[in-house]
C-alpha cells in the first residue's frame, strides 16, 4: 500500500488526503431536497445524499489529489444504509484510481481484532467462499490496548497489500493529557511512536517507509518535529490543517528531505469549500464540487511552498 | 443507565453479562444450512444466522442475567447487513428486559466523537426529525484521545439516561506494554482510571456509582484490586473469566464489600457452551441454548462462591 501511496503522492505531486466527511449541514440543499423527496427525512435519504455529495467532488478532484479518507462515524451514525454510502463512496473512489485511507481508529483484541481486520483489509469467510466488505486500502488504528490488537492487522497487510495508521500523537485540544505524560525520561507519545515504528519494521516497502503508518497532528509542530527523527521509516498521516488551526509551515516538519513522508488532511476545508468565505463570492451552491478542486489546488499550492 | 444495571444485577441476583460475539464455527449446523438455502453463503446468510442464534440464546438466559454485551467487530465485518443483525439483536434482547453494552470500542474527536455518540447512545437528526438508531444503554469507548474524546457521550449520559465503560487495563497479553508504562510513580492504567473516575463524577447515579464505568480485566488481580480502590465510584466491566483465564477467585476485588461494582463477561463460554467438554454430553446442537443456560446459572454459582 505505501509504495502505491508514494507513487500516487508523486504522480499528481500533491501530498493530499481529502477527508470525505459529509455531514448534513455542508450538503447542497438540491441534493438533500432530491433525497428527501424520494425517502423522507430518513437515514436512507442522508446516506443517498452523502453519496451523491462524495461522488460528484470526488468527479472534480481525482486528477489532483492521490488519496481519499472517509470517516465511518460520519456513515455509521445511520445505521446500515450508513454503512453501504460509507463502502459504495470507497468502491467509487477506487474506480477513480485513488487510495483510501478508512478513519476507522479500531481498537480490540484477538478474534475481534480479527474481524475488524478481516472486515475492513482482508476478507471474511463464508465455508468456502470469501468477501471483500468495506474494500479500504488503509485504516487507522488506536494502539492503547498493545501489539497483539495490532498484529492481526499487520498479517494483512502483508497479505492483501494494505496499509495502517496508528494514532501517536492526535490533533485535539486535550490530546495531551494522556498523550504527553511523561514516561520516563519521554513523553508517552514518543515511546508509542517507538512501538509503532518497531511494529511497522516487518513489514517494509520498497520506498524505505513501512507499511504501518502514523497519525501525527499539524497542531503540534515541535512534537512532530521530534516524531519524525524517531520515526525515519514511518509515513504519517497529518489532520489538523485548516479547521483545526494547523498551517502549512507548521507541518513542513512531518516531511523527510525528501519531500515525502507524509500526507496532509483536509475536510471541511475542502468538501465544504463552497461555504466558506473565500470560495462562496466564485461558487455557487451548484457549483460546489468545483470549489472543492478550487480547494484542493489552492492547498497543494500552500503546501508545495511551505516545503520548498 | 448504571441505576438500571444495578437493579437489574440485584433482581437476577447474578453480576453476568453475556457476551454475543457469534462466529460463524459457533453456530449449529441447521441454523446455519437454513441461512444457506435461503441466501447462499453470503454474508446475509451469515447475518441471518447470527440474529437467529442470538434470539434464541436470548430467550433461554433473559430471566437470569442483567445484561448482555454484543461486540460489533463480529457483525461489522459482514458489512451493512451484519450491522442490521447487530441492531435487530439489540432491539430484541430489549425487549426481553436486558441492559445493552455495545461493545464498540470507539475512539474520535470532536464532530466525529459527536456522530458516534449521537448514533449509539443518542438520536441522530434529519432536519426535523430524529431517529434512535443502535438502540444501546452503554458502550464502550478507548481514553488514549482525552477528555474532549469522551466529552460528547458524557453529555448523552445526562440527557438520554445512558452509561459509558471507557477501557483503563484491557485483559489480551499484551496490555502492559502502554497500560503498565510507569507515569512518574504510578502506572499508566492508574493515572486513566484516576481520569476515567474524575471524568464520571459529573453523572454520578444514585446508587453510589457513575454513568461512566471502566474495563478492567480478571487476568490481572493485584491490579483491578488496586484500581478498586482508586476507583471507589467507578462500576467496572470486567472481561476475561473463562476462555482468557481469570477465575471468580482472581476477580471478586473488582467487588465493593456490598458484592456490587462490577460486572463480568463471559462470551465463548456462554454462547458457545455446547461445544465445550463439560457440557457436550449434556445437550445436543440442537440444544445449544439450553446449554447456554446451564453455563449461565454455573457461572451465577461460580461468582457467587467467590464473593460470599
Not at 449541514?25 to 451523491?52: H, N, Q, R, S
Not at 460546489?288 to 489546488?297: G, I, P
Request: aromatic letters at 10%; one cysteine or more.
Amino acid at each position: 500500500m505505501i509504495d502505491r501511496l508514494i507513487n500516487q503522492i508523486e504522480t499528481k505531486e500533491n501530498p493530499t488526503v481529502v477527508g470525505l466527511d459529509p455531514r448534513l449541514d455542508m450538503i447542497p440543499t438540491f441534493i438533500k431536497e432530491e433525497a428527501y423527496e424520494k425517502w423522507g427525512k430518513t437515514p436512507k435519504a442522508v446516506a443517498e445524499a452523502f453519496l451523491k455529495f462524495n461522488k460528484t467532488i470526488i468527479d472534480e478532484i481525482y486528477d489532483f489529489v492521490p488519496a481519499v479518507k472517509p470517516q465511518v462515524a460520519m456513515y455509521e451514525q445511520f445505521g446500515p444504509e450508513g454503512i453501504q454510502a460509507y463502502i459504495d463512496t470507497i468502491k467509487y473512489a477506487k474506480e477513480k484510481g485513488l487510495i483510501i485511507i478508512g478513519d476507522v481508529k479500531r481498537s480490540d483484541i484477538a478474534s475481534t481484532a480479527q474481524a475488524y481486520a478481516d472486515g475492513h483489509i482482508g476478507r471474511v469467510k463464508v465455508e468456502d467462499e470469501s468477501f471483500e466488505v468495506y474494500h479500504e486500502d488503509s485504516i487507522t488504528l488506536n494502539p492503547y490496548l498493545g501489539y497483539d490488537s495490532i498484529e492481526p492487522y499487520i498479517k494483512h497487510c502483508k497479505d492483501y497489500d494494505k496499509g495502517l495508521f496508528i494514532l501517536v500523537k492526535t490533533s485535539n485540544p486535550n490530546s495531551g493529557e494522556i498523550q504527553d505524560l511523561e514516561v520516563g525520561k519521554e513523553k508517552l507519545y514518543e515511546r508509542v511512536g517507538k512501538l509503532v515504528s518497531n511494529w511497522g519494521e516487518e513489514v517494509m516497502g520498497k520506498r524505505g517507509y513501512s507499511h504501518v503508518g502514523a497519525v501525527v497532528g499539524a497542531t503540534h509542530p515541535e512534537q512532530a518535529k521530534r516524531l519524525r527523527e524517531l520515526m525515519p521509516h514511518t509515513f504519517f498521516l497529518v489532520p489538523g490543517y485548516g479547521a483545526q488551526g494547523g498551517t502549512a509551515k507548521d507541518l513542513a516538519v512531518c516531511f523527510d528531505k525528501n519531500g515525502l513522508g507524509a500526507i496532509v488532511n483536509s475536510s471541511r476545508g475542502i468538501i465544504g469549500a463552497y461555504k466558506l468565505e473565500k470560495y462562496k463570492k466564485d461558487f455557487t451552491e451548484k457549483e460546489f464540487a468545483l470549489a472543492s478542486k478550487q480547494a484542493v489546488l489552492d492547498m497543494k499550492k500552500d503546501l508545495q511552498g511551505a516545503l520548498a
